[in-house]
């Protein structure tokens, strides 16, 4: 394709070394928790303490893409908050009705 | 960018207008406000997921020892153990493993790709945009294989026992699909289908979006416009698509 005058003038900045350090360094630490979970996956009983750390491993994860990649931690206060708010309900609606699951399988298979 | 909040005029506050009290541009907040509102239909899922399974059985006994019964709610690296070319082989989990890796890579090329954006280096953003899309596509292919493989079953099957013109028979079935299921009870194939298949929707939306910004990168429409700021706001949501992966994988692989 031919040069066009109208193209406009782009200066183009130099790699933020800094900030694509920071980036590889933080898609290390999610690869080093998932390889975390294959670990305790195989190795550990099968039972609530199990459960809870992939619960905390997923919640660490989820703090990292959403706090880095997506770059929430560094936007203003108000953002963070009308994003986080919200969520607090869901994983409170998840917690109860798995709860409420528990009760159910409780009463239709009593032991 | 980020408009400052400090420059308001005396006798107004921030949230009358004329700055961004929020400190995003409209589209990046919208954005925001949309992938929240994606996040909802995807605890839907999560939430009902939660309830029906916690309300079945669960298996006790020895993994080692495990078969599958509509009994109970299957342990999941018992059903998902297969990978392509290594038929009959139990690698528990593998394949999840690398898709999962496959996806957090895609998702770092893709944040490569916004800071690239930030310093108006087209050839740059080009590259970083390719292997994003090259991921997802992989990613696509990994699920549409182990979806197969789900339905399809495994060979030996599981025996059920039902009643048919007023007798007890046996029968053995293979895979799953919306009304029967070899590896445990129904809702299990019902959830799989229908929480990995929402999400692979999402993947295969994510990967036309990025298509299109790697098209308009590449015909300089951002550079034309003077500011890359769509490949943040199509980051934001390959990053969601990312982010709710992590959740899938827990609680329907590893949980």
Partial sequence: MAHHSHEPEVIVAPPNKEKIMHLWKVAGILLVITIFEFIVAFTMHHGSMKTFIFVVMTIVKATYIVGEFMHLRHEVKVLIWAILFPVIFISWMIGALVFEGMKMSDINFLR | ?255
Wanted: proline share 3%.
């Fill in chain 2, 1 to 255: 960018m980020s408009q400052s909040t400090a420059a308001t005029i005396p006798g107004r506050t921030e949230w009358d207008g004329g700055v961004s009290p929020m400190g995003v541009s409209y589209g990046k907040l919208m954005m925001w406000f949309f992938l929240l509102s994606d996040a909802f239909t995807f605890s839907g899922l999560l939430v009902s997921y939660g309830l029906i399974r916690s309300q079945h059985q669960a298996f006790t006994g020895d993994h080692a020892k495990f078969v599958f019964s509509h009994e109970y709610w299957p342990v999941p690296e018992r059903v998902f153990e297969a990978v392509p070319f290594f038929h009959g082989v139990e690698l528990p989990l593998v394949f999840v493993g690398i898709m999962t890796f496959v996806l957090i890579m895609s998702s770092v090329t893709m944040v490569l790709a916004v800071e690239a954006g930030h310093r108006m280096d087209r050839k740059a953003v080009e590259k970083w945009m390719l292997w994003t899309i090259l991921g997802g596509v992989t990613f696509l292919s990994c699920q549409a294989w182990e979806w197969t493989h789900f339905i399809i079953g495994t060979d030996a099957g599981t025996t059920i026992k039902e009643f048919v013109n007023g007798s007890w028979t046996t029968r053995v079935i293979h895979g799953a699909n919306m009304h029967e299921n070899q590896y445990g009870p129904q809702a299990f194939a019902d959830f799989f289908f229908f929480i990995t298949g929402f999400h692979g929707f999402h993947v295969f939306s994510g990967v036309m979006l990025n298509f299109l910004i790697y098209y308009r990168t590449v015909t300089g429409m951002y550079d034309r416009r003077g500011s890359y700021e769509m490949v943040e706001k199509v980051g934001l949501y390959w990053h969601f698509v990312d982010l709710v992966w992590v959740f899938v994988f827990t609680f329907y692989y590893l949980v």
